[in-house]
T-cell receptor
Framework: AQSVSQHNHHVILSEAASLELGCNYSYGGTVNLFWYVQYPGQHLQLLLKYFSGDPLVKGIKGFEAEFIKSKFSFNLRKPSVQWSDTAEYFCAVNPYNQGGKLIFGQGTELSVKP | GAVVSQHPSRVICKSGTSVKIECRSLDFQATTMFWYRQFPKQSLMLMATSNEGSKATYEQGVEKDKFLINHASLTLSTLTVTSAHPEDSSFYIC????????????FGNGTRLTVT
């Protein structure tokens, strides 16, 4: 079955620390990959996406992610987090031949201490 | 930019009643809309794919007679929770895709349903 796994359930960091959130998926075909962020009390917002081309993609607010096809991974990174990055982060996969269907990971709660 | 509007944002209803949630694409025609459910502290689970002019495709384990989906136009899809029970209390989110090839990039704000 297709699935997306996010390794960390809850991450706690201090401001200025570096961030890496893991995401692995199980699907053998071509995929589109996404990271979404959900701030407390708000709706999902797209952070970044990968469709094709350069496997290192840059998103909003200083986030980036690297697609490593051989590892079925799409980890999210940020060199220096801020208190305002406190939110829930979701990795999502869209199998290429399944229209717009998204399969979400379990989510990672990020808490940044000021 | 494209916006997806979901209404209502919050609803409280009594057990046994039905609740309708609307999802509208405001500045584009959405051939496909998706309905997700998010339990507290959990991820989003796809419930069904709604295609304009045809029957919705439900994910395994989702009761199609309980969660009625209608996609009557290119800008509107509705989810009706029929005979609601407390276990149906959840956060329901829709998303809309401009066409079948591209992934949905636009989510509604969600509807918090509480069944008492």
């Amino acid at each position: 079955a297709q699935s997306v796994s996010q390794h960390n359930h809850h991450v706690i960091l201090s401001e200025a620390a570096s961030l890496e959130l893991g995401c692995n998926y199980s699907y053998g075909g071509t995929v589109n990959l996404f990271w979404y962020v959900q701030y407390p009390g708000q709706h999902l917002q797209l952070l970044l996406k990968y469709f094709s081309g350069d496997p290192l993609v840059k998103g909003i607010k200083g986030f980036e992610a690297e697609f490593i096809k051989s590892k079925f991974s799409f980890n999210l990174r940020k060199p220096s987090v801020q208190w305002s990055d406190t939110a829930e982060y979701f990795c999502a996969v869209n199998p290429y031949n399944q229209g717009g269907k998204l399969i979400f990971g379990q989510g990672t709660e990020l808490s940044v201490k000021p | 930019g494209a916006v997806v509007s979901q209404h209502p944002s919050r609803v409280i209803c009594k057990s046994g009643t039905s609740v309708k949630i609307e999802c509208r694409s405001l500045d584009f025609q959405a051939t496909t809309m998706f309905w997700y459910r998010q339990f507290p502290k959990q991820s989003l689970m796809l419930m069904a794919t709604s295609n304009e002019g045809s029957k919705a495709t439900y994910e395994q384990g989702v009761e199609k007679d309980k969660f009625l989906i209608n996609h009557a136009s290119l800008t509107l899809s509705t989810l009706t929770v029929t005979s609601a029970h407390p276990e149906d209390s959840s956060f329901y989110i829709c998303s809309a895709s401009r066409d079948r090839a591209n992934s949905p990039l636009h989510f509604g704000n969600g509807t918090r349903l509480t069944v008492t």
